[in-house]
């Protein structure tokens, strides 16, 4: 594999379910990343980690908790959920913070 | 806080003709980097072009090419040669802290044979 994988590729959950997504950097890159991308709406950046670490938190539910056991994986774990969160979630990673980020092919969530 | 503006929700351009989509942004720095990325019906968002702000020369990759103007806070991009495969939704995003990503609207591009 190349490149920055994401599994699953869609996910249905119910409102009191508990799942995770999974994204994984094949570039040897030290940060990561989560966005949302609801319809009509322009990306919104949710976290970031730096060599592990999470450096920034954009006012996200605490129901969205993220972790980075690696520089090569990030989990983002979902539980109580409500429909509005349903959206595309996409996972990038970057060489250092200010270098390009590239992007996985996301995890499709609908929330019912 | 940085804006991206794009203009223009959607545009279709022949194949094999040029089409130039527009993005406008606002900030108060002068180091940043900008950005346009594609989104093809298959959701993967790819790296199309990448232009530092302190260069003044246009970055260009293959049929890829920008226009900047910073004094106008423009950045657009020209793509040249349609290709039916550039069928997308076109990000411009903006890249000033490190990390911290702010994208525009998007504009779908539809290139017809």
């Known amino acids: 594999e190349t490149g920055v994988t994401q599994t699953p590729r869609h996910l249905v959950m119910g409102m009191t379910n508990k799942k995770s997504l999974k994204c994984e950097q094949h570039l040897g890159h030290n940060a990561m990343y989560w966005y949302k991308q609801s319809a009509k709406k322009p990306l919104e950046l949710m976290f970031v980690y730096s060599l592990e670490e999470r450096v920034e938190n954009n006012s996200v539910p605490s129901r969205f908790s993220p972790e980075c056991p690696n520089s090569s994986h990030l989990f983002l774990h979902l539980h109580t959920l409500q429909p509005e969160d349903s959206a595309l979630y996409l996972c990038?990673?970057?060489?250092?913070?200010?270098?390009?980020?590239?992007f996985g092919p996301g995890t499709r969530l609908t929330v019912l | 806080a940085q804006t991206v503006t794009q203009s223009q929700p959607e545009m279709s351009v022949q194949e094999a003709e040029t089409v130039t989509l527009s993005c406008t942004y606002d900030?108060?720095?002068?180091?940043?980097?900008l950005f346009w990325y594609k989104q093809p019906p298959s959701r993967q968002m790819i790296l199309v072009i990448r232009q530092e702000a302190y260069k003044q020369q246009n970055a260009t990759e293959n049929r890829f090419s920008v226009n900047f103007q910073k004094a106008a806070k423009s950045f657009s991009l020209k793509i040249s040669d349609s290709q039916l495969g550039d069928t997308a939704m076109y990000f411009c995003?903006?890249?000033?802290?490190?990390?911290?990503?702010?994208f525009g609207e998007g504009t779908q591009l539809t290139v017809n044979p």
């Open positions: 900030t108060s720095e002068s180091n940043y980097y």
């Open positions: 990038a990673s970057s060489q250092n913070r200010d270098s390009t980020q590239y």
């Open positions: 995003a903006f890249d000033h802290s490190g990390s911290r990503l702010t």
